[in-house]
């Protein structure tokens, strides 16, 4: 019955959703020695046969909810918190279901959890790690059964105590209620019988949506007092007795190689304590580590630092040296005068286009961008003889927990792994090279220790976001109406040296076939080019579709624009009515149209899109589905005569069915709109002589407080009764409505990302 | 030997003087709460006060700090507990959402509002400089304006 825990679990997030069939895995109770109830997942096959003595019993059991005596109940969270809420809204889940009192609820971390078995490695836990927006629907039914199991328990522990009918008993919070029994009994004063209960075969009946007390309802992040104090521990923060602190060296050059190096100056340095090479994988091979280097070991950070500093190192330059990306840009546009792969081709696009009264064809360029959590890479390692510990910021715990085994050799069930809060992810930490190079050190010098990158390793070392060169051609009949749609793009596919991965699928991570207009214009085709550079990329935040958003959204704009169409009206009238079309990808298996129709009427009708407006002030839209969830923005903008763009209010919405945590949804909506406007404005990883060329956030400059409007307004929009994810949805209209206000306040389209100086050069040409 | 003051507590560092403060109270003091996110001053995560004033801790050679009053984010509230105002405005507004840079962003306002105890918005934009990489820039500023109320109404009384 149990899930596999596998290298593709979640890695391909962007291409299939994920479910988890382990989860509904039978539950068990047991007691703690203090005398709690505890409610779990079972913690493997010779969990139950060694002993019944039920501490011991405790110990085994997959801990997910503990209600102690007194009535506080603690609640397991089993996914990474890397600033999305998870820690809040899932534990919300098992509270509402268990009908407590949320006050009373704390939420305690729980490490990666892997058993053994004869077909390999299960969770023990269920699924573990974050990424695609999956952590809340996921989760879903499983962290509500969770919760109505203990409360069922409880209740069938109350007649049992008083000899009552349990279909006759209910619960209030924190009790359990009935005319039959002699008062309202705590949920503590039943624990102990509860935990002596086996469960039954059938799980109860879930809540409906009217009932909800704490699903839905505004709740502050469970972590917020540590962390305004100060208490709440990252990655970073990991102290351990004998710990000793590593930096790397690694090669500026895209697959360099470490020639020679002189560590006479290092090992001057006061604190150093061990300088020594570290092997990087083969070019173009598949990869545990990104970079060849060498690792400076010392009593401090500061000290490994200046180690570092000190070193010679003759670079080996290796096969990407004359990698850059302005060669790569020029070479796109060399490609897509070829033919390239035909991956999607509905209807008779060739004819539609030929016979078409009217064509518009466009093209748009992405940069590559890199992740930049603020809290940079780092990972501490104690690999010992048989066993190892990990302490790592990380999205994949799994992920984590084989990359420390590939390193040592070692079983993975003797790998622990604990996660810590995580300063940031964006797709960044779905990789773990970091684990495995801190696990190499750990090894290779016996101690202890805590690997830090810093900044400029994180802006260096990264799986950047894929760049590409989109090229548009849409077919228009005599009313207007696309006929016919092509996307043809040039780029660095996402799979970045993968093993196990044919050419012919490199496409998949780039082009998301289904996403509109498809089935909605019917001679439809979307055509790929991989441009292979040495640049690694990655999964960034919603990865494809902040490419794929910002182009589809600005080339309806220029279509409208092109055919004296208004841009609102256009995009409603391809849109349409409510129904589901078939999505095959993340997100599916269908989506339905109508309701990002409905979040653009929205956005419009609140930023007054059909207002008369000053000279040099405009407003623009977009649309997009996410994974799951829909998404709309409107910007209204001013551009001065020197091209001084301001940024004058942003009205966001997002239908993410229900929201179970609004506090976190609104927060992911703002954040992922100024993640979305930062990238837009000035972000973008160049590469020249097979080096990348920012290092910092002096020349990677992430959006500061001035830059954001006052008025940034976000709005939920209910739907239905079931969840989808927010983390990413927030992102991809964005910057298309930006950019689409700038046209529309001075007549000036950005085709090409960032929008940096390019209004100024625009005003001053 | 470098001897300063650290949330009300005398200490010494006798490593290497050119050490930032941001790693001797990292790595050597274990205070944890001013995080590393540039090393070149840029980012604010590691700010906290000097004699009560904010500065970056990351570009800050300890040999600077000689008979200096150093508050982190752990020294920031009173001895019994009592959270400063801006911290309390940080959790009525719930801003945090990775939370990396908050006590960084915490430590700025407070030296801020001293300087601008009614600020506006423009204030704001002109004197806050922190990074938040998950954008909680409105929550925040909203946080600022909160809790220039407060200490306001703390003054009053």
């Known amino acids: 019955m149990t899930a596999p825990e596998s290298a593709d679990w979640l890695a391909s997030v962007s291409d299939k959703d994920v479910t988890d069939p382990g989860r509904r895995r039978f539950l068990i109770t047991g007691a703690t020695a203090a005398g709690s109830l505890v409610l779990g997942l079972p913690a493997g096959g010779e969990a139950f046969s060694s002993s019944d003595a039920a501490e011991n019993r405790t110990r085994q059991i997959g801990f997910f909810v503990e209600i102690a005596a007194d009535g506080d109940v603690i609640i397991g969270s089993n996914q990474p918190e890397i600033g999305q809420g998870v820690r809040t809204a899932l534990p919300m889940l098992v509270a509402e279901e268990l009908d407590v009192d949320w006050a009373r609820v704390s939420v305690k971390p729980m490490p990666l959890g892997l058993l053994k078995t004869a077909d390999g490695y299960t969770w023990k836990y269920g699924g573990q790690g974050v990424g695609g927006s999956t952590g809340l629907t996921r989760n879903w039914d499983f962290m509500r059964e969770v919760g109505a199991i203990a409360r069922q328990q409880l209740i069938r522990a109350a007649a049992v105590k008083y000899e009552v009918a349990a279909k006759r008993c209910t619960t209030r919070p924190g009790y359990v209620i009935s005319d039959d029994l002699p008062r309202d009994i705590p949920y503590g004063e039943l624990v102990k019988t509860a935990a002596a209960l086996d469960l039954p075969d059938h799980n109860p009946v879930l809540k409906d949506k009217e009932n909800y007390r704490i699903v839905g309802t505004r709740q502050k992040t469970v972590d917020a007092h540590d962390i305004v104090t100060g208490v709440a521990r990252y990655g970073i923060d990991t102290i351990k007795p004998d710990m000793r602190y590593a930096v790397i060296a690694r090669s500026p050059f895209l697959n360099g190689r470490v020639k020679s190096f002189d560590d006479t100056a290092a090992r001057k340095i006061n604190g150093v304590l061990k300088v020594f090479k570290i092997d990087g994988p083969e070019p173009g091979a598949p990869y545990l580590i990104l970079a060849s280097g060498v690792a400076v070991v010392a009593t401090s950070t500061w000290a490994a630092i200046k180690g570092r500093k000190a070193l010679q190192i003759e670079w080996e330059p290796g096969p990407n040296a004359t990698d850059s990306t302005d060669a790569f840009w020029q070479q796109n546009e060399e490609m897509l005068k070829g033919s390239g792969q035909i991956v999607t081709d509905d209807g008779q696009y060739e004819s539609a286009i030929e016979t078409a009264h009217k064509t518009v064809q466009r093209s748009y360029q992405i940069p590559f961008v890199s992740h930049a959590p603020l809290e940079p890479q780092n990972c501490y390692a104690h690999v010992e003889k048989d066993s190892c510990h990990i302490v790592a910021p990380t999205q994949m715990p799994g992920g984590a927990s084989r990359a420390a085994a590939a390193v040592t050799g070692l079983p993975r069930e003797n790998i622990h792994i604990d996660i810590s809060r995580v300063g940031g992810g964006f797709g960044r930490r779905l990789s773990n090279d970091y684990v495995a190079e801190a696990a190499m050190i750990s090894q290779q010098t016996g101690w202890p220790i805590k690997l830090q990158w810093t900044r400029e390793d994180d802006v260096r070392h990264d799986f950047y976001r894929p760049g590409g060169l989109h090229e548009m051609r849409a077919g228009l009949d005599e009313t207007g109406k696309v006929i016919a749609w092509t996307q043809r793009l040039a780029s660095a596919s996402k799979h970045f040296r993968r093993p196990n991965k044919p050419d012919d699928g490199l496409w998949e991570p780039e082009l998301y076939p289904d996403d509109f207009p498809r089935r909605i214009v019917d001679n439809f085709r979307l055509e790929y080019f991989h441009h292979p550079i040495g640049l690694p990329r990655g999964s960034w935040r919603a990865p494809a579709h902040t490419a794929n958003a910002f182009v589809i959204q600005s080339f309806l704009d220029e279509i409208a624009h092109a055919s004296g169409q208004d841009p609102l009206q256009f995009r409603l009238d391809l849109l349409g009515k409510d129904r589901e079309l078939e999505y095959d990808g993340h997100g599916g298996p269908t989506y339905n149209p109508g309701r990002l129709a409905r979040l653009l009427t929205f956005v419009a009708t609140q930023i007054g899109y059909g207002d008369k407006r000053k000279k040099d002030r405009g407003v623009g839209l977009a649309t997009h589905f996410t994974f799951g969830g829909y998404a709309a923005h409107a910007f209204e903008v001013s551009v001065d005569d020197a091209g001084g763009l301001i940024i004058e209010r942003i009205v966001a919405a997002i239908d993410c069915g229900l929201a179970v945590h609004p506090q976190a949804v609104e927060a992911q909506l703002q954040g992922g709109t100024i993640d979305g406007i930062s990238t837009a404005l000035g972000l973008q990883i160049t590469v020249k002589d097979g080096q990348v060329q920012q290092g910092n956030f002096d020349d990677y400059p992430l959006l500061r407080i001035a830059a954001i409007p006052a008025r940034l307004e976000t709005h939920i929009l209910p739907y239905d009764d079931v969840p989808t994810g927010v983390g990413e949805m927030g992102i991809p209209s964005a910057a298309p409505a930006l950019t689409n206000a700038i046209f529309n306040a001075s007549g000036i389209r950005i085709r090409n990302l960032p929008i940096a100086d390019q209004l100024k050069k625009a005003r001053a040409g | ?157």
């Not at chain 2, 590393?36 to 500065?55: E, L, N, P, S, W």
């Open chain 2, 1 to 157: 030997m470098i001897s300063f003051r650290v949330n009300s507590k005398q200490v010494r560092f006798d490593g290497d003087a050119d050490t930032p403060l941001l790693w001797v109270l990292r790595d050597h003091l274990q205070l944890t709460g001013a995080k590393y996110g540039c090393g070149i001053g840029q980012c604010g995560a590691c700010t906290v006060h000097i004699d009560g004033k904010a500065q970056r801790s990351c570009v800050l050679p300890i040999a600077a700090l000689a008979n200096k009053s150093v508050t982190t984010i752990e020294g920031l509230g009173d001895e019994n507990g009592q959270l400063h105002p801006v911290q309390q405005a940080w959790l009525a507004v719930d801003v945090p959402q990775c939370g990396y840079c908050q006590a960084g962003q915490i430590m700025a306002t407070v030296d801020f509002l001293q300087k601008h105890p009614r600020p506006s918005d423009e204030d704001i934009d002109n004197n806050m400089s922190n990074i938040c990489r998950c954008g909680t820039y409105v929550r925040i500023r909203d946080a600022i304006h909160q809790a220039a109320k407060l200490m306001q109404k703390g003054e009053q009384q």
